[in-house]
């Protein structure tokens, strides 16, 4: 007999420690971001687990003598279903190959597959939109392809594009649509926009869920945080997802990339693009520029910012990221 209910990870210690015994038996780390837990029980043992963060189901696990009870599948309705509860109607599921058939039964489709990770999706809009989407917008030619956060916009990104414009017939900057920076995707975005309307062969495009999101490569995010072994499997999936899907409907030659002396898990992400693009993908690496004698990066903005130090943001910023700060209120005039 078997009883299922939900796990409070973060206020009961007891249910924490148990669920956390069985995320390592089956290799699976405890460093998540989780926003619901359920687990089902055999009397009081834990057999199996399963997790969402936002619309991203994860962690699932059963235990492997329990694994011909399909518990897996009663986990996985009842996560479905309290999606739907929170009126989330289109979701994710990270998880083992293995498990393609349980979720393909389910009505989930296959996004991409590494040779540890899986990635499938279910609800609208979905994959398939968000390529015809970028088939929309494709321009002619071969192509060069940047993905930022640009959070905020700053001197270094603009000579990126800028760089990659001058040896592309086009070049698609994505910017990461994901609100978990100190400035919104909508800014962003427009910053960006506003910072690259020099250059006549740039298109700049969102990412939504499908580059460098927390469904694709989730300790991006947590940055220090983050396992180094896990950012390597989280990077290989994100940047295979670029390479076999995203990148031929744009006809994506080349991907430009600063040079990262300052984020661990950023430079894991260079070195895994580099390895899953092989020949097919040439990446450039530019070397981060500098202004007045230290290296422009987004953290030292945003601490200039916070000390409205006037001096920092006028040398770090170009003229379009500094006007529009000012004109929506986040430094002084």
Known sequence: MYSIKRLWLTRDSYAHKKWAELMEEAGLTVNEEIDYTVGIYSGDKLVATGSFFKNIIKCLVVREEFQSENLLLKVIQHLTERLHEENQL????????????????????EIIFT?????????????QDYLEMLRIHKKPGLASSIVMNANPFTK??????????????????FVLTEDRSEFSNTDRFEMVKQGVEHL??????????????????????????????????????????????????????????GEEPFSKVTEIYNQSLKKVFAEEIQLVVVPRIASDGQLISA????????????????SFLPPTTYKYLQEHNKLSR
């Not at 289109?90 to 393909?104: D, E, G, M, Q």
């Not at 040779?115 to 994959?127: A, K, N, R, V």
């Not at 969102?206 to 580059?211: K, R």
């Not at 953290?299 to 006028?314: C, F, G, S, W």
């Open 115 to 127: 040779d540890d990770t899986l990635f499938m999706e279910q609800g609208s809009p979905d994959f």
């Open 90 to 109: 289109h979701y994710f599921v990270y998880t083992k190959p293995s498990n393609f058939n349980i979720f393909k039964s389910l009505g989930f489709r």
């Open 156 to 173: 270094g990104h603009q000579y990126l594009v800028e760089k990659a414009a001058s040896e592309s017939q086009q070049v698609y900057v």
């Open 200 to 257: 006549s062969n740039v298109t700049v495009l969102p990412t939504n869920d499908y580059l460098i999101s927390s469904a694709t490569f989730p300790s991006y995010f947590l940055k220090d945080a983050a396992y180094e072994t896990v950012a390597q499997v989280q990077a290989t999936l994100d940047a295979t997802l670029f390479k076999e899907k995203i990148a031929p409907v744009l006809e994506i030659t080349q991907r430009f990339v």
């Open 299 to 314: 953290t030292k903005v945003r601490n200039a910012l916070k000390n409205q130090d006037i001096a920092t943001l006028e």
